[in-house]
């Protein structure tokens, strides 16, 4: 482990947060033991290392992988990338980014890197061989590279992956088993990388719902996360979920809250830019007037 990149880190972002050493070692070690760590003259316990990273508000394991990765801004941007594919669904650009990295050390001597490849991969296997079996079992593989007793937010986020793929397979109740669970494995979490995977979930869920005809229930999560995007103040998908309960409305034939709710969901997307869901509810909105 890279004691030296851990404690420069460490005293980079204590002074970004306007902190002492005093005030990060209060209630946890010295002074003097803060300074080493700094230093990279001391390896830390890990009970230590988690208390500081509490302390300055990030999670411990961005420091593990800030001292066991070479070249880790290489790694996130790879990261960042294939992000970006998923948010855009542009599979063939994943493909390629994954191609690229599949036989380089720091991908395949690296659990953790490997997942995120594995995990991509099999995104990608679904979506342009739609080759089922095998996108689970890659799926399934990047989850037990470093699943142990409770889920971290990048296997929970693998299980969604799962439960898009079998919703869009028509196994509702399925993809129901995984999004259920995956509530509960989010709520043991301590603190989330991405917040957006809450609206996420929450939003994948009510779709599913929708197809099993359960509009209530549908109606009830879509209203939850809402609060939950607004109290972030996070719009990630704040129109979907507004479109969202307005096409629950339209199914039960409520046509007045239909088009309340899908007019909120086009002032989001106005203020958003996004031309093709403004255009798609103008025209839901007039054949509902």
């Not at 793929?165 to 509530?183: C, D, M, V, W």
Request: charged share 25%; glycine share 4%.
């Amino acid at each position: 482990m890279d004691l030296l990149a851990i404690g420069e880190k460490i005293r980079e972002l204590r002074k970004l947060l306007g902190l002492t050493q005093k005030d990060v070692a209060a209630g946890i070690c010295t002074q003097a033991q803060i300074s080493k760590i700094e230093n990279g003259d001391v390896d830390p316990y890990g009970s230590t290392l988690y208390q500081i990273s509490q302390r300055l508000g990030v999670d411990v394991n961005y420091f593990f992988d800030i001292g066991s990765t070479p070249r880790l801004d290489y790694v996130k941007e790879v990261g960042r990338q294939l992000n970006i594919t998923r948010r855009n669904f542009n599979y063939e650009e994943m493909k390629q980014l994954v191609e690229n990295e599949e036989q380089n050390p720091l991908f395949t001597q690296n659990r953790k890197n490997l997942q995120l490849l594995l995990w991509h991969k099999g995104i990608y296997e679904y979506e342009l061989n739609h080759n089922i079996e095998k996108a689970f079992c890659l799926l399934d593989e990047a989850i037990t590279l470093t699943h142990s007793k409770h889920f971290t937010e990048r296997e929970i986020e693998i299980l969604l992956s799962k439960g898009v793929i079998l919703f869009e397979e028509g196994r509702l109740e399925e993809a129901l088993s995984i999004y259920n669970p995956a509530k509960e494995h989010l709520r043991l979490l301590p603190h989330l990388q991405d917040e957006t995977i809450i609206s996420r979930l929450y939003y994948n869920t009510a779709r599913t719902l929708t197809r099993l005809e359960q509009y209530e229930q549908s109606i009830a999560i879509c209203k939850e996360a809402i609060h939950w995007c607004i109290e972030k103040d996070n719009l990630f998908i704040l129109g979907e979920l507004h479109y969202h309960i307005g096409y629950n409305y339209e199914l039960i034939k409520n046509n007045q809250l239909a088009i309340k709710y899908m007019e909120k969901a086009l002032t989001v997307f106005d203020l958003q830019n996004d031309k093709k869901y403004f255009v798609f509810i103008e025209s839901k909105l007039k054949s509902l007037a």
